[in-house]
C-alpha cells in the first residue's frame, strides 16, 4: 500500500521552505531552544496546598 498524497515530503522548491528544513536540522543537532531549557530547568514556585484543600474538600462531599 502506498501512502497518501499528504504523507509524501517534498523537495524544500521556495525559499522559505528551505529555511524552515534549515532551522530543523539545526535545531536537531543543538538540542532544544535555550528559552525551553530554561523554563523547564527553574523551580517550581506554585504551592500545591491550596489545590489539596479543594480536593479534599470536595471529597468531604462540602460544595460551593
Do not use: C, N, V
Amino acid at each position: 500500500m502506498t501512502k497518501h498524497l499528504a504523507d509524501h515530503r517534498s523537495a524544500p522548491d521556495t525559499p522559505r521552505k528551505k529555511h524552515f528544513w534549515a532551522m530543523g536540522r539545526r535545531d536537531e543537532s543543538a538540542g532544544p531552544h535555550p528559552a525551553i531549557r530554561a523554563l523547564s530547568q527553574r523551580a517550581q514556585s506554585r504551592s500545591d496546598a491550596p489545590r489539596l484543600r479543594h480536593y479534599l474538600r470536595i471529597e468531604r462531599g462540602e460544595t460551593a
